[in-house]
T-cell receptor
Framework: GQQLNQSPQSMFIQEGEDVSMNCTSSSIFNTWLWYKQDPGEGPVLLIALYKAGELTSNGRLTAQFGITRKDSFLNISASIPSDVGIYFC???????????FGTGTRLKVLA | AAGVIQSPRHLIKEKRETATLKCYPI?????VYWYQQGPGQDPQFLISFYEKMQSDKGSIPDRFSAQQFSDYHSELNMSSLELGDSALYFC????????????FGQGTRLTVV
């Protein structure tokens, strides 16, 4: 089945640093969503991407839809302690009514 | 703004019992998705409904069934529960004509003992 590989799996960073993570697949996706999930809570939508090459920002977050439509990137600038959590990408292929989730990137911010 | 509402938030059942999880999508959203998330895992797609019709199916056990009602709320029915069914179950909803952005509820934590 379709798989989305996220990297890195986890990362520790200092407060104020920038963070980059990516999501790759062997399949082509029409839509990419990025979520943040806190323990025991539901995923919260951060950014949605709909076109290859699209670059979208939401505050300190910036995400891009890869040109090949097989990958996506999320950047967080000037990280703060509340950025701690698990970040998931999720992709949807044309004609389907489901999102496939990536394996997640666990972010820990050191104050 | 109204969000996706799931009930109950927590549920404890014994093996072989039945559980029903409910999901109330964001008003006017026409698509509902169900996901299962085990400890330390990513959410796994179970099933989705568009305009009250089943639209896609993932790795949902035969013991599970779901439906979407005329008021667009959805229920996930789980029978013959097994210990391995213990997980967080999430419902999400989206509006097909508005970008397919899927918004998740707070989830139901099911514990099978």
């Amino acid at each position: 089945g379709q798989q989305l590989n996220q990297s890195p799996q986890s990362m520790f960073i200092q407060e104020g640093e920038d963070v980059s993570m990516n999501c790759t697949s062997s399949s082509i996706f029409n839509t990419w969503l990025w979520y943040k999930q806190d323990p025991g809570e539901g995923p919260v939508l951060l950014i949605a991407l709909y076109k290859a090459g699209e670059l979208t920002s939401n505050g300190r977050l910036t995400a891009q839809f890869g040109i090949t439509r097989k990958d996506s990137f999320l950047n967080i600038s000037a990280s703060i302690p509340s950025d701690v959590g698990i970040y998931f990408c999720a992709g949807q292929t044309s004609g389907t009514y489901k999102y496939i989730f990536g394996t997640g990137t666990r972010l820990k911010v050191l104050a | 703004a109204a969000g996706v509402i799931q009930s109950p938030r927590h549920l404890i059942k014994e093996k072989r019992e039945t559980a029903t999880l409910k999901c109330y999508p964001i008003p006017r959203h026409d698509t509902v998705y169900w996901y299962q998330q085990g400890p330390g895992q990513d959410p796994q797609f179970l099933i989705s409904f568009y305009e009250k019709m089943q639209s896609d199916k993932g790795s949902i056990p035969d013991r599970f069934s779901a439906q979407q009602f005329s008021d667009y709320h959805s229920e996930l029915n789980m029978s013959s529960l097994e210990l391995g069914d213990s997980a967080l179950y999430f419902c999400a909803s989206s509006l097909r004509s508005f970008g397919w952005e899927a918004f998740f509820g707070q989830g139901t934590r099911l514990t099978v003992v």
